[in-house]
């Protein structure tokens, strides 16, 4: 499985309602290598059902909540449908754009997603606001498709037409620079597991750096 809930293990889902893990249409777990503590304020950038967001919230309890963002009204009212069932009440769903996050600045510790960054139209400007969002030294620990370096356009077209995912995703090369350009440091990006031929899921960390950094 390349996509979807059978990446979700039982541990990592555990508390999590069915239907949100069964709505999964993430490339991996990012939760899994996000690093959450207690306390955290963890923000999820396209947040679907909010499996991953339900995930958080218990993670970073007691003291901290889980904000999930998605622009669709239909996402945020299942997500909020699935919070009131699993009892998870340190949620927020909030409706708006990963290219104009409505969240201050400095506002959270930890930025998460599942395969959504590659479906903007601006990459650069959601890792902008992702960098905006996130406090001097907070941690940004995303699932996304990176497209093999060297895609000609007619492989691009092709497998826009398997799904919209991969057409649009950027390169490691790509993804490493526009972190770069987002203010954005130590930056790892581990491959996890292909999904094409000329695509893989993989695991991109990097940090905000602290004040006395900056
Ligand atoms: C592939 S699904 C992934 C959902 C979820 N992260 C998961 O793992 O199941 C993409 C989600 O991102 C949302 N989305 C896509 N582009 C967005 C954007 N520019 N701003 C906000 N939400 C967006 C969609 O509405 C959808 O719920």
């Not at 249409?25 to 959450?36: F, I, M, N, Q």
Request: proline content about 3%; hydrophobic content about 45%.
């Amino acid at each position: 499985m390349v996509f979807g809930a059978d990446l979700y293990d039982r541990d990592a889902a555990a508390g999590v309602p069915d239907s949100a893990v069964a709505a999964s249409l993430g490339c991996g777990v990012p939760t899994a290598v996000a690093d959450l503590h207690p306390g955290d304020t963890v923000l999820d950038l396209g947040s679907g059902a909010g499996a991953d967001v339900l995930i958080s919230a218990r993670r970073v309890a007691p003291g901290g909540r889980a904000i999930g963002l998605d622009m669709t009204v239909e996402m945020i009212d299942l997500a909020r449908r699935n919070a009131t069932e699993a009892g998870v009440g340190n949620v927020e769903f909030l409706q708006g754009y990963l290219e104009e996050i409505p969240l201050p600045d400095g506002s959270v510790d930890v930025v998460i997603s599942n395969c959504v960054i590659n479906l903007a139209a601006d990459k650069s400007r959601v890792l902008r606001e992702a960098a905006r969002v996130l406090r001097a030294g907070g941690r940004f620990a995303v699932s996304d498709v990176i497209a093999d370096s060297g895609m000609d356009e007619a492989t691009r077209a092709d497998m826009q037409q398997w799904t919209g995912c991969i057409a649009g995703a950027l390169t490691r090369q790509q993804f490493q620079q526009a972190l770069d350009d987002a203010g954005l440091v130590d930056v790892e990006i581990t491959e996890t597991h292909r999904v094409h031929s000329h695509a893989a899921a993989a695991i991109v960390r990097a940090r905000k750096p602290a004040e006395l950094e900056g």
